[in-house]
């Protein structure tokens, strides 16, 4: 434990109790599940969720990620998986992403009793920053996967970490910003990519010059959430635009007044407005996204 990354066990409180599930202890996967304590009429959907940390710090027993997912968990209510993934600069993309869909593999294979009665064709992605990255591109290869029955229907990306080349209005204005600076960014992708490769990696700018054709894939409907004073917001909105072109449901939720990371702070009024908005987009993931028509 740091006072950088103060850690919580896993444990009974607030309505959930939480329990760590090893996937491959070779490579250290493993995820904290949130099941909710009280009885309900229906299974529940399920969260695989993936933290943010710029794919290189944190992990599921993070005290605030912990705290989020156990809200998420309570308030949805839903159960809800976080995944420990491999971090860079030791383990560089796409180890996060494979990762990702094995979770989702171990999951459709019946290997989790501890998960309880859930639906699994209700199962969505969700992630906050890097992890919003890795939520998309788990969805992109689960699109390509036949899973026999776990069916992704929602992809939650909150204020996910996307960039390119280029720089953005939004980078440029936002340049003192807390937590998403361009300058730290760029660290964070060197660290991240494949060696060699610049910010228009597919892994980075995922409607690129080298992106690739999300029109060819299954990909669920997705709400995409921005702060106003994210330097990020500008890539995030063209990733829910680039999400439209190729013909998928998507829909962005932005916050005007909402810094990166707002969600942690439940204090903040716009962490009870995301929880209700990602309560309503979970109820109806292709309605919630068609209101933004209307």
């Not at 299954?218 to 999400?243: I, M, N, S």
């Not at 407005?273 to 209307?294: H, K, L, M, T, W």
């Amino acid at each position: 434990m740091s006072l950088f990354d103060i850690k919580s066990r896993p444990r009974r409180s607030k309505g959930v109790s939480s329990t760590d599930v090893t996937v491959d202890p070779s490579r250290n996967l493993w995820f904290r599940l949130y099941t909710p304590t009280f009885s309900t009429a229906n299974p529940l959907p399920l969260i695989f969720f993936f933290h943010g940390g710029g794919f290189a710090f944190l992990a599921p027993d993070s005290k605030p990620y912990d705290d989020s997912c156990r809200r998420l968990a309570a308030e949805i209510p839903a159960v809800v998986i976080s995944v420990n993934y491999r971090l860079a600069p030791e383990h560089r993309c796409p180890c996060q992403y494979e990762d990702g869909l094995d979770v989702l593999k171990f999951i459709d294979g019946g290997k989790c009793n501890e998960a309880g009665t859930v639906e699994l064709k209700r199962s969505f992605v969700a992630g906050d920053s890097a992890g919003g990255n890795l939520a998309h591109h788990v969805a992109m290869r689960g699109g390509s996967h036949k899973f026999s029955s776990l069916d992704l229907i929602g992809n939650i990306s909150i204020q996910p970490f996307f960039g390119g080349e280029e720089r953005t209005a939004s980078e440029l204005e936002l340049a003192d910003a807390p937590f998403s600076t361009w300058k730290r960014t760029d660290i964070m992708w060197k660290l991240f990519m494949p060696v060699g490769s610049d910010r228009d990696h597919p892994a980075v700018n995922v409607f690129g010059p080298n992106g690739e054709d999300v029109s060819t894939v299954k990909f669920p409907a997705t709400v995409v959430f921005v702060g106003g004073y994210d330097p990020l917001k500008d890539w995030q909105r063209r990733y829910c635009e680039g999400l439209k072109r190729a013909g998928k449901e998507a829909r962005v939720v932005e916050y005007e007044n909402a810094i990166h990371t707002f969600y942690a702070y439940p204090e903040v009024p716009e962490s009870d407005r995301f929880v209700e908005e990602v309560r309503n987009f979970i109820r109806d993931p292709i309605g919630f996204c068609s209101a933004d028509q209307q």
